[in-house]
């Protein structure tokens, strides 16, 4: 036993992801964990509480370092939902290196974590802590798809196509986090640009060709084009600039992580050389793979045509003043509570050697919140699996997490998978084809 009050603390648990977390593991959490939730605001964590739960509530703000320090203190891991990340998250993230506690978060913010990764990735693994940034639907169903087909096929990868399905009638719709992150980021491209380089090739790892393969990708994602694997034209996934990098830089996909002890565990057998792999992030549209819709040509050309006719919008929202209005805006009213009912699908191919694995995942909710607020928590459960040495990541590694800033599939592997594999309404499937050359030829 633990000689911390908490296994699992939610932070910003009065926030729309945090709101869902606190949900789902009201529902759903064995007697034997000890959870609570923390946030800024006592009131608001009273209301929040379950009825008839006997949790005791954590005050602490981003803002005070010491509260932070006491919290980080108290539990095993921590679960951080309180964003946008490049605003509120160091703290948090400071305050659990040097209590020496396991941390989860659900950032897209993937420039934000290199730069975490360069000013505190050597504090966290001096430490022995475990930093897993990118928790939630940003990237773990298309980072853990491609682990679960890269094992399957037992050889490096060439080519990797993921595609969110979005059926028709779905719902969905984004957090507040996520908005204030996309404006911010939207009018410094170059700035951003530069962070996803430096996320995928740091500082001290020159990586031949890495930067050129990310770049590729990236293009690759940019156009509609036809996917064979869906029969149908695809759109861009709108969170592609975050989740292509991610999969170039994870040893889960390409062999090589940011943490030395990440790549003890993982078989190098199975990496693939980085300027090797090319990527493409999409999402099929309702209705996208019927004819009536010419396989998704027609809705494409109207959704283009409509980005060009509302550019000017996006023009003026770089004028500070309005910018500014429109960050008060979604900070004083703004708020999306998720569905429960939605389901969130993707399905994956990843091609190696003279074979392809087709991934299928399901997730109940919707990805903005109640599919991350699942993928979060289930991250944060497969940690103490793992310290518990109920699971392993990767073979051999049981009762202790890698050290420094990882993504969650370089953190915990395995663990991951069966996690999410026992969670009620996740459908997680993978099949392998022994001949992937028509794969190639229709999806690259």
């Not at 996520?178 to 491209?189: D, K, W, Y």
């Not at 951003?192 to 393969?213: E, H, Q, S």
Request: charged content about 15%.
């Amino acid at each position: 036993m633990s000689d911390r009050d908490y296994d699992l603390v939610i932070f910003g648990a009065t926030g729309d992801a945090g709101r869902a977390m606190t949900t789902l593991l009201a529902e759903s959490a064995p007697p034997s964990l000890r959870w609570t939730i923390a946030g800024r605001s006592r009131s608001k964590l009273e209301a929040l509480a379950p009825a008839g739960s006997k949790l005791k509530i954590l005050v602490a703000d981003c803002a005070d370092d010491a509260a932070l320090l006491v919290l980080a203190a108290r539990t095993r891991v921590l679960i951080s939902a309180a964003g946008p990340f490049s605003m509120l998250g160091e703290r948090v993230m400071l305050a659990c290196i040097e209590a020496k506690t396991h941390y989860v978060d659900i950032t897209g913010e993937v420039p934000w974590v290199a730069e975490m990764r360069r000013l505190h990735g050597a504090r966290a693994v001096a430490a022995g802590v475990c930093i897993a940034s990118f928790c939630g639907y940003d990237c773990v169903p298309i980072e853990l798809g491609l682990y679960i087909g890269r094992q399957a096929l037992g050889t490096p990868l060439s080519f990797a196509e993921s595609v969110l399905i979005m059926p028709p009638g779905g719902e969905g719709g984004a957090p507040r986090g996520t908005l204030l992150t996309s404006l911010a980021l939207m009018h410094n491209v170059p700035g951003m640009l530069r962070g996803l380089l430096n996320y995928v090739d740091p500082p001290g790892y020159v990586t031949p060709g890495r930067r050129m393969a990310l770049l590729a990708s990236l293009l690759a994602c940019v156009l509609p084009r036809w996917s064979g694997h869906v029969q149908g034209f695809t759109l861009p996934h709108f969170m592609f600039w975050c989740n292509t990098p991610i999969v170039h830089a994870s040893a889960a996909c390409v062999g090589r992580p940011h943490s030395s002890a990440v790549t003890d565990a993982i078989d190098a057998a199975t990496a693939t050389p980085p300027a090797a792999l090319r990527f493409r992030d999409a999402m099929l549209l309702p209705y996208c793979d019927r004819w009536f819709t010419l396989w998704g040509l027609l809705p494409l050309l109207v959704i283009y045509i409509g980005l060009v006719l509302v550019s000017p919008a996006w023009v003026l929202l770089a004028v500070p003043p309005i910018k500014r209005a429109a960050q008060r805006k979604l900070l004083g009213s703004y708020s999306y509570a998720g569905s429960k009912t939605a389901r969130t699908i993707f399905r994956i191919h990843a091609v190696g050697g003279a074979k392809t694995a087709r991934v299928d995942m399901e997730l109940p909710g919707d990805g903005g919140i109640f599919a991350t607020a699942l993928l979060a928590t289930a991250c944060g459960r497969a940690m103490l699996d793992v310290l518990d040495g109920k699971a392993e990541a990767f073979a051999g590694q049981r009762g202790s997490l890698p050290a420094g800033l990882c993504s969650p599939v370089e953190a915990l592997g395995g663990a991951l998978e069966g996690q999410l594999r026992a969670t009620p309404g996740v459908r997680l499937e993978v099949s392998v084809a022994p001949d992937a050359a028509s794969a190639r030829s229709k999806g690259e």
